[in-house]
């Protein structure tokens, strides 16, 4: 059974940093791609970011490029996201979601973790 | 590139069909058949119904079922049932910055 459970999330001031986990299990990890994507509270979903199999392709949403990385350690059946310069519009609930029978997709969810930026 | 547009909310009675439509544009629905839809129950995680424009994952009920044409894709649920009352976004792979987008969603209401 595909496993994702996110972790690391909580509340950080403006302009702090956090780091998001998301341990995969089920599944040989290594041979899929990988995404986070938020959901500010009551709002909607957005794309966030997006990595390849082997880590070698990433992309990002515009509004987190240069502050958000996106990573893996296939050894370890883990995806990381690094978040710098926090903003309030940061907060959310951050997904990991990893792609199914169509590379394009998002099929499989973990339960989330909250986000909170504020001071 | 915006968010995909769906109508904010849609209702129908038990056993009636419902459509929500996601508009787009000619870089993201109108160029690719990679649109997904996606089910959101209150506090639970989203869940993949149809991908691929109109194929179902494993599991999910034939009275889902999709469609595309244009720029527009289609979500049509058959013979409403109380637990199909949820969220649903529309989601496509566009390509360039972001590749992928979403709707704004949906608010399905079963009378």
């Known amino acids: 059974e595909v496993q994702l459970v996110e972790s690391g999330g909580g509340l950080v001031q403006p302009g702090g940093s956090l780091r998001l986990s998301c341990a995969a299990s089920g599944f040989t990890f290594s041979s899929y791609e990988m995404h986070w994507v938020r959901q500010a509270p009551g709002k909607g979903l957005e794309w966030v970011s997006y990595?390849?199999?082997?880590?070698?392709?990433?992309y990002y949403t515009d509004s987190v490029k240069g502050r958000f990385t996106i990573s893996r350690d296939n050894a370890k059946n883990s995806l990381y996201l690094q978040m710098n310069s926090l903003r309030a519009e940061d907060t959310a609930i951050y997904y990991c979601?990893?792609?199914?029978?169509?590379?394009?997709?998002?099929?499989?969810w973990g339960q989330g973790t909250l986000v909170t930026v504020s001071s | 590139q915006s968010a995909l547009t769906q109508p904010a909310s849609v209702s129908g009675s038990p056993g009636q069909s419902i459509t929500i439509s996601c508009t787009g544009t000619s870089s993201d629905l109108g160029s690719y058949n990679l649109v997904s839809w996606y089910q959101q129950h209150p506090g639970k995680a989203p869940k993949l119904m149809i991908y691929e424009v109109n194929k179902r994952p494993s599991g999910v009920s034939n009275r889902f079922s999709g469609s595309k044409s244009g720029h527009t894709a289609s979500l049509t649920i058959s013979g409403l049932q109380a637990e199909d009352e949820a969220d649903y976004y529309c989601?496509?792979?566009?390509?360039?910055?972001?590749?992928?987008?979403f709707g704004g969603g949906t608010k399905l209401t079963v009378l």
């Open positions: 989601c496509s792979y566009g390509g360039s910055s972001p590749p992928w987008v």
């Open positions: 990595i390849s199999g082997s880590g070698t392709t990433i």
């Open positions: 979601a990893r792609v199914g029978n169509s590379a394009y997709d998002f099929h499989y």
